[in-house]
C-alpha cells in the first residue's frame, strides 16, 4: 500500500506511521526525520536545511525532492511505503507524481490527519525526543517509563528547536499558506481519506486503520 499521511504539524501522523509500519512492515518515511539526520551527519544538506527547520520554515523543494526520490527507488518501498511529510508544496505534489510515474508506482491514498489546532500546540509543546533513535515521547499523552529518559536506550529526551513557541507559529502559517492548498488537488482525484486525530492514540490508530481499508469518508 502506497500512502501519503498528511496533515498539520503535530496531527500525529509520525506517530501513526510508526504504529503502520509496524504493522504492515513497510517503510515509514519521514522527511523530517531523514532531514534531522543530515543534520546531525553535518552534511552539505543538513548545512543548508538546520537553521531553517529550527525556523520551522520549509527546506527548499530540490532538496526534498531529491531526498524522496533516492528513498523512493531503494528496493524495500516495493511492497509499500509510508511518505510523511512530504509533499508539502503544490510544486512537491507534482514533483511526487513524476517520481511514481518514472518508477511506475502509485499512490492507493492519502490520510488526510484532521485535528483542532489548540489541541496540536499542546501536542507539540510537550513533546520529546531521543536525539539517539528517533523515539518520541509526550509528557502528558506518551510518557516513557523513566523520566525524561528514552525507553530504547535510556538517552536523556530533549525537545525540537522547532517545537519552540515562535517556530511553532511559524509552522503553522507555512501550513495554511504552502501545504494545505495541496489537499485540493488528493480530494479531487479521489485519494482522499480522512480521519479524526483528536484523542488516544490507539482510538486514532483504529480510525486510521478503518481509513485505510475502506477509504474512510471523503472530507
Ligand atoms: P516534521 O518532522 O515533518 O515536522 O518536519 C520538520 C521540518 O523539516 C519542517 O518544519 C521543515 O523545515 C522540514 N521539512 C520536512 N519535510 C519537508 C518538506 N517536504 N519540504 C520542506 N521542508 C520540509
Given at each position: 500500500m502506497n500512502l501519503v499521511f498528511f496533515g498539520p504539524p503535530?496531527?500525529?501522523?509520525?506517530?501513526?506511521a510508526k504504529l503502520l509500519k509496524n504493522k504492515f512492515n513497510i517503510p515509514h518515511i519521514s522527511l523530517?526525520?531523514?532531514l534531522r539526520d543530515e543534520v546531525r551527519a553535518e552534511s552539505e544538506i543538513g548545512k543548508r536545511a538546520g537553521e531553517i527547520m529550527n525556523a520551522g520554515k520549509l527546506v527548499p523543494d530540490e532538496l526534498?525532492?531529491?531526498?524522496?526520490?533516492?528513498r523512493l527507488k531503494k528496493p524495500d518501498c516495493q511492497q509499500g511505503f509510508i511518505l510523511d511529510g512530504f509533499p508539502r508544496s503544490l510544486l512537491q505534489?507534482?514533483?511526487?507524481?513524476q517520481i511514481l510515474n518514472d518508477l511506475q508506482?502509485?499512490?492507493?491514498k492519502v490520510v488526510y490527519f484532521q485535528v483542532d489546532e489548540d489541541?496540536?500546540?499542546?501536542r507539540l509543546s510537550g513533546r520529546r525526543s531521543c536525539k539517539k533513535c528517533g523515539a518520541v515521547y509526550h509528557i502528558k499523552f506518551n510518557q516513557p517509563r523513566v523520566a525524561g529518559r528514552c525507553d530504547n536506550d535510556g538517552?536523556?529526551?530533549?525537545?525540537r528547536p522547532d517545537d519552540a513557541e515562535a517556530a511553532i507559529r511559524t509552522r503553522f502559517e507555512v501550513y495554511a499558506r504552502q501545504t494545505l492548498p495541496v489537499l485540493e488537488g488528493y480530494r479531487q482525484a479521489n485519494l482522499l481519506a480522512t480521519v479524526a486525530a483528536q484523542g488516544e492514540i490507539d482510538d486514532v490508530f483504529?480510525?486510521?486503520?478503518?481509513?485505510?481499508?475502506?477509504?474512510?469518508?471523503q472530507a
Amino acid at each position: 500500500m502506497n500512502l501519503v499521511f498528511f496533515g498539520p504539524p503535530g496531527s500525529g501522523k509520525g506517530t501513526q506511521a510508526k504504529l503502520l509500519k509496524n504493522k504492515f512492515n513497510i517503510p515509514h518515511i519521514s522527511l523530517g526525520d531523514m532531514l534531522r539526520d543530515e543534520v546531525r551527519a553535518e552534511s552539505e544538506i543538513g548545512k543548508r536545511a538546520g537553521e531553517i527547520m529550527n525556523a520551522g520554515k520549509l527546506v527548499p523543494d530540490e532538496l526534498t525532492i531529491e531526498l524522496t526520490r533516492e528513498r523512493l527507488k531503494k528496493p524495500d518501498c516495493q511492497q509499500g511505503f509510508i511518505l510523511d511529510g512530504f509533499p508539502r508544496s503544490l510544486l512537491q505534489a507534482e514533483a511526487l507524481e513524476q517520481i511514481l510515474n518514472d518508477l511506475q508506482m502509485k499512490l492507493d491514498k492519502v490520510v488526510y490527519f484532521q485535528v483542532d489546532e489548540d489541541e496540536v500546540v499542546g501536542r507539540l509543546s510537550g513533546r520529546r525526543s531521543c536525539k539517539k533513535c528517533g523515539a518520541v515521547y509526550h509528557i502528558k499523552f506518551n510518557q516513557p517509563r523513566v523520566a525524561g529518559r528514552c525507553d530504547n536506550d535510556g538517552e536523556m529526551l530533549c525537545q525540537r528547536p522547532d517545537d519552540a513557541e515562535a517556530a511553532i507559529r511559524t509552522r503553522f502559517e507555512v501550513y495554511a499558506r504552502q501545504t494545505l492548498p495541496v489537499l485540493e488537488g488528493y480530494r479531487q482525484a479521489n485519494l482522499l481519506a480522512t480521519v479524526a486525530a483528536q484523542g488516544e492514540i490507539d482510538d486514532v490508530f483504529a480510525r486510521v486503520l478503518a481509513a485505510i481499508n475502506d477509504g474512510g469518508h471523503q472530507a
